[in-house]
T-cell receptor, first 117, second 111 residues
Framework: AQSVSQHNHHVILSEAASLELGCNYS??????LFWYVQYPGQHLQLLLK??????LVKGIKGFEAEFIKSKFSFNLRKPSVQWSDTAEYFC???????????????FGAGTQVVVTP | ETGVTQSPTHLIKTRGQQVTLRCSSQ?????VSWYQQALGQGPQFIFQ???????GRGNFPPRFSGLQFPNYSSELNVNALELDDSALYLC??????????FGPGTRLTVL
């Protein structure tokens, strides 16, 4: 069965620390991968996406992610976090194929990140 | 450019009732997906609408149904509400297979 798993449910770190959130997916065939962020009181926003090409993807707000096909992983990184990065982060995947897969994102359970001043 | 909007923001219903949630797609988008996000979990795909027809469904019973209108807005209907239906319901729109943009959600509480 297709699934997305995130390694940590809660992460607490200090400002300027580096952040890495793990994500593994279980999909056969070609897959699109996404990281979404949900800031307190706001709706889900796309941080970055991987469709094809360079496996190192850069997104907004200094985030990047690396697609490692052999490990079925798509980990999110930020070299130096700020207090404003406090949010919930979701990894998501979808398989490519017919039109009915367009909107069918499979999300992980999310990782709550708290950045302390 | 107007983003994805949803109404109402919050809703309280009792078990057995029916509910309709509404979503307006972002301008230029023709595909709408609905998700259920229970507390402490990631969103779960309910179904997708494209060209006014359901085009892809997750593991949800038939009492979850929807509509998509010619202007690409959409409704989610849930019949015979159960306590476990309490959740945040998210609508997302896209232009076909492009990235999805999410609305703020409707918080449904079933008592």
């Amino acid at each position: 069965a297709q699934s997305v798993s995130q390694h940590n449910h809660h992460v607490i770190l200090s400002e300027a620390a580096s952040l890495e959130l793990g994500c593994n997916y279980s999909y056969g065939g070609t897959v699109n991968l996404f990281w979404y962020v949900q800031y307190p009181g706001q709706h889900l926003q796309l941080l970055l996406k991987y469709f094809s090409g360079d496996p190192l993807v850069k997104g907004i707000k200094g985030f990047e992610a690396e697609f490692i096909k052999s490990k079925f992983s798509f980990n999110l990184r930020k070299p130096s976090v700020q207090w404003s990065d406090t949010a919930e982060y979701f990894c998501a995947a979808r398989s490519l194929g017919t039109t009915d897969s367009w909107g069918k994102l499979q999300f992980g359970a999310g990782t709550q990140v708290v950045v302390t001043p | 450019e107007t983003g994805v909007t949803q109404s109402p923001t919050h809703l309280i219903k009792t078990r057995g009732q029916q509910v309709t949630l509404r979503c307006s797609s972002q301008s230029g988008h023709n595909t709408v997906s609905w998700y259920q996000q229970a507390l402490g979990q990631g969103p779960q795909f309910i179904f997708q609408y494209y060209r006014e027809e359901e085009n892809g469904r997750g593991n949800f019973p038939p009492r979850f149904s929807g509509l998509q209108f010619p202007n690409y807005s959409s409704e989610l209907n849930v019949n015979a509400l159960e306590l476990d239906d309490s959740a945040l319901y998210l609508c997302a729109s896209s232009f076909q297979g492009d990235e999805q943009f999410f609305g703020p959600g409707t918080r449904l509480t079933v008592l």
